[in-house]
């Protein structure tokens, strides 16, 4: 019998803890605590101690599938690879879209963009960061010239106050929400604002229930409150800002004070004030913020206001302070620096720029050069463009993502990916999203493969391979490569280790430049921006200046707008989805893990005692919920903790398929879904009579 210990990243949220995999006769049997990490210091969630349970779960894809008709065969992987080679070859570079995964490795994530780019020389390359922080890449660039979270995780702990707005921390970040509760226990004040009495509100001072789809009202009301108590920071504001002027008048209008304000949200004004006093007179004040923010028609918005009462206050720059935009998925950051978007290559260069286009082109040597220096679809446009009768796009390879559970509008995903004249899916479980494609490629998971991903805080770690993939599968590079090969590049994807890929990954994305496959393989990682090889990395930005080339921070006048699909009469209820602290979205992974699918294993919806007794709905009743565009059955669940009026349903079960439908694509710079507001009405369920 031999027993090891590998230490790795736990695969799924963005925290990025480490932990140890127990292996086992070639089996990962369990895990176990790995202290030396700053991030997690031997503390995992419920998903990371369980996540030995989804690696060996029997039914791991471990051979190449390949549809006949209606039915999927079996096939290995030289005639799978040469089928797909000899497919992807037949179209012309804009009828083809290839879609990356933010559950993947750095590596893996960098060939499938120089696959995308060089081999398949298309344009039209993302990944699901659209759906989750397009609204913060673009409001805090704007804002700061860079769109990355601020501070770092164990830096929350030193913060005076917290305010917690759109991020339910303690369950979606919950070893970020330890740095809160160490904070509190030191005395600092925690704040959060959210329409539902979440875990992280418990561990608050003061709980603002708010509507959803007020954010701005609220953040400008404080912000007026402030100023006009004279809280602000006069000092950082004029050394280091522009446009405070035109964001002071704004705020100071009479529609934002507390009263007004505080009713339109459906808050009292006090707590409006106090917050405003607590956030002012801080000496070190952070935001935690989340899809709450990001996920509605006004996102932009919603990210340039945070970003306006944290220069207001001078929070920029120092230990204890920042705007913390927690990230998703475990490398949704990494996805992003390595270029995985239709805009931007590595290290966020505009595809547009010719001098990195050049530089790209000569460092890959493709004799037949890359894509076209023109930004291509982003995953929204590319389902809307396969609406048309005939799309121009024609064929997609999507690399771990499952878009029918997870894009708004599941009916046109299907519709879309049916339309495909071929479709390459590449996921370690069968999803739901297989069941469209003609090819179906075995991936390793994170327990099988060497590389790195980088969490919310920018911190470049390590995964580590610990046991053999199951069956004939492969790891996401591996299989890139490959097929690289068969289609005549053979060359340009020559590495002998996953090292290698990550040393070409560093010397094109500058805020890696500085990186090491030594430096980053110890406990923490290194965080970027690591420019020099003598630098040891940067876990707080902007102490001295901004990213933008004159070092300033840029205030953005907002005002408050309306949700798109506000109730009325006939749909009276405000709709919400989000997570359960035991689910990792749409579930292919936690799903398989008894301990946790033991917990939770079907959707449901949260309503207010009040409203349900008004409905005559009772806990555990099935009841019908309606949209404007659709209904679905489940049962209720009759919980306190829900604002009077609203409801919610967790995103990880395949009812919310249908609870998808319902919610209202895009706004249109970032073209993100409104996920968080839709309008609804519900019932008790009555079976039709005859
Ligand atoms: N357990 C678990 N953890 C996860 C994930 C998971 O699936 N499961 N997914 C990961 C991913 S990809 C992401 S993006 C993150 C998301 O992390 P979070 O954003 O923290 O998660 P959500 O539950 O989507 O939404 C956060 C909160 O926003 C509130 N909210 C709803 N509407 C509004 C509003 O209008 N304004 C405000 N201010 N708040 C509102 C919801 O009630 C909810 O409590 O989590 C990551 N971590
Ligand atoms: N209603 C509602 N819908 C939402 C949201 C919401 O708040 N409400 N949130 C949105 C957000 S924030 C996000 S990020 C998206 C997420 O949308 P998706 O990215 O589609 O969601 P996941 O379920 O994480 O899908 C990832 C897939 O990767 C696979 N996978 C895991 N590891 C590997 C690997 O190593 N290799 C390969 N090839 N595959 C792997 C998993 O099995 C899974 O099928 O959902 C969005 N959808
Ligand atoms: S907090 Fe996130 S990274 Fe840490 S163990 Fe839980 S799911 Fe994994
Ligand atoms: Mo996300």
């Keep these: 019998m031999t027993f090891t210990q590998i230490t790795t990243t736990c695969p799924y949220c963005s925290t990025g803890c480490s932990l140890n995999l127990m292996v086992e006769n070639g089996k990962v049997i369990g895990t176990a605590p790995y202290y030396r990490s700053p991030v997690n210091e031997g503390r995992l969630c419920q998903k990371g101690?369980?996540?030995?349970?989804?690696?060996?779960?029997?039914?791991?894809?471990?051979?190449?599938?390949?549809?006949k008709g209606d039915i999927f065969y079996e096939t290995d992987w030289d005639a799978a690879l040469d089928f797909i080679a000899k497919k992807l070859s037949s179209y012309k570079p804009d009828e083809l879209a290839l879609l990356t995964s933010a559950r993947c490795s750095n590596e893996d994530n960098y060939l499938a963009m120089k696959f995308a780019r060089g081999v398949l020389k298309t344009r039209h390359i993302d990944h699901c960061a659209r759906l989750c922080h397009s609204a913060?890449?673009?409001?805090?660039?704007?804002?700061?010239?860079?769109?990355?979270?601020?501070?770092?995780?164990?830096?929350?702990?030193?913060?005076?106050?917290?305010?917690?707005?759109?991020?339910?921390?303690?369950?979606q970040h919950p070893l970020v929400g330890r740095q809160i509760i160490k904070a509190r226990s030191r005395g600092a004040h925690v704040i959060t604002a959210d329409p539902r009495f979440t875990p992280t509100a418990v561990q608050s001072d003061l709980f603002i229930q708010f509507y959803s789809g007020s954010d701005v009202l609220l953040l400008n009301s404080i912000m007026g409150e402030i100023i006009r108590n004279n809280w602000h920071d006069e000092s950082f504001i004029t050394e280091r800002t522009s446009h405070f002027e035109a964001v002071k008048?704004?705020?100071?209008?009479?529609?934002?004070?507390?009263?007004?304000?505080?009713?339109?949200?459906?808050?009292?004004?006090?707590?409006?004030?106090?917050?405003?006093?607590?956030?002012g007179k801080a000496d070190k004040c952070t935001i935690l913020y989340a899809m709450g923010i990001t996920q509605q028609t006004t996102g932009i918005d919603n990210v340039k206001s945070i970003a306006n009462l944290m220069m207001l206050t001078g929070n920029i720059g120092r230990p204890g302070t920042g705007v913390n935009a927690l990230r998703g998925q475990n490398n949704v950051q990494g996805a992003c620096d390595v270029g995985c978007l239709p805009n931007l290559f590595p290290g966020y260069k505009p595809v547009t720029d010719g001098t990195a286009h050049r530089k790209l082109s000569k460092l890959w040597g493709f004799p037949d050069g890359i894509c076209e220096p023109h930004e291509g679809y982003d995953i929204n446009i590319m389902f809307e463009h396969l609406r048309s009768a005939s799309p121009d796009i024609k064929a997609m390879?999507?690399?771990?993502?499952?878009?029918?559970?997870?894009?708004?509008?599941?009916?046109?995903?299907?519709?879309?990916?049916?339309?495909?004249?071929?479709?390459?899916v590449q996921d370690i479980f069968f999803t739901e999203t297989c069941q469209y494609a003609d090819v179906v490629l075995p991936a390793a998971c994170f327990a099988e493969k060497d590389g790195t991903q980088t969490n919310t805080e920018r911190r470049v770690q390590r995964i580590r391979k610990a046991v053999d993939p199951p069956g004939e599968s492969k790891s996401d590079y591996e299989i890139i490569t490959a097929l690289a090969s068969k289609?005549?590049?053979?060359?340009?994807?020559?590495?002998?280790?996953?090292?290698?890929?990550?040393?070409?990954?560093?010397?094109?994305?500058?805020?890696?430049?500085?990186?090491t496959w030594d430096k980053i393989d110890k406990p923490g990682g290194v965080c970027w921006p690591c420019e020099e090889l003598d630098q040891p990395g940067t876990p707080i930005l902007y102490s001295e200046h901004f990213a933008h080339p004159d070092g300033k921070g840029v205030f953005y006048p907002v005002e408050w707008k309306e949700p798109s699909d506000l109730p009325d009469k006939n749909f009276p209820f405000r709709l919400t989805t989000g997570r359960l602290i035991?689910?990792?979205?749409?579930?292919?992974?936690?799903?398989?893990?008894?301990?946790?699918?033991?917990?939770?294993?079907?959707?449901?919806?949260?309503?207010?005692?009040?409203d349900a007794k008004r409905l005559k709905i009772r806990n555990e009743d099935l009841i019908t919920v309606s949209f404007r565009k659709g209904s679905l059955v489940c049962k209720a669940r009759v919980i306190q903790d829900i604002k009077v009026g609203t409801a919610f349903i967790p995103l990880h079960f395949i009812e919310r398929v249908?609870?998808?439908?319902?919610?209202?694509?895009?706004?249109?710079?970032?073209?993100?879904?409104?996920?968080?507001?839709?309008a609804i009405s519900i019932k008790k369920f009555q079976v039709e009579k005859r």
């Excluded at 101690?49 to 549809?67: A, E, G, M, V, W």
């Excluded at 008048?249 to 917050?275: F, H, M, W």
């Excluded at 035991?582 to 005692?609: A, F």
């Design 49 to 67: 101690t369980y996540c030995h349970q989804f690696i060996s779960n029997p039914d791991r894809l471990k051979k190449p599938l390949l549809r």
């Design 397 to 424: 390879y999507l690399i771990g993502e499952n878009p029918v559970v997870s894009e708004p509008n599941p009916a046109i995903i299907i519709d879309g990916l049916k339309k495909l004249d071929f479709l390459v």
């Design 249 to 279: 008048k704004v705020v100071l209008q009479r529609r934002y004070n507390p009263e007004i304000a505080g009713d339109l949200c459906g808050v009292s004004p006090d707590l409006i004030r106090k917050t405003a006093e607590w956030i």
């Design 582 to 610: 035991w689910h990792m979205q749409s579930g292919t992974m936690t799903r398989r893990c008894k301990n946790l699918n033991d917990e939770v294993h079907e959707g449901y919806l949260e309503i207010n005692p009040e």
């Design 658 to 678: 249908t609870a998808n439908l319902a919610l209202n694509s895009s706004e249109p710079l970032p073209y993100i879904s409104e996920y968080k507001v839709a």
């Design 136 to 171: 913060t890449m673009v409001g805090l660039f704007l804002a700061f010239g860079c769109n990355a979270m601020t501070n770092s995780i164990p830096d929350i702990s030193e913060s005076d106050c917290i305010l917690c707005l759109g991020s339910n921390t303690l369950e």
């Design 487 to 515: 289609m005549g590049y053979g060359e340009q994807f020559k590495y002998t280790s996953v090292k290698d890929i990550f040393e070409e990954m560093c010397s094109v994305i500058p805020q890696y430049q500085g990186m």
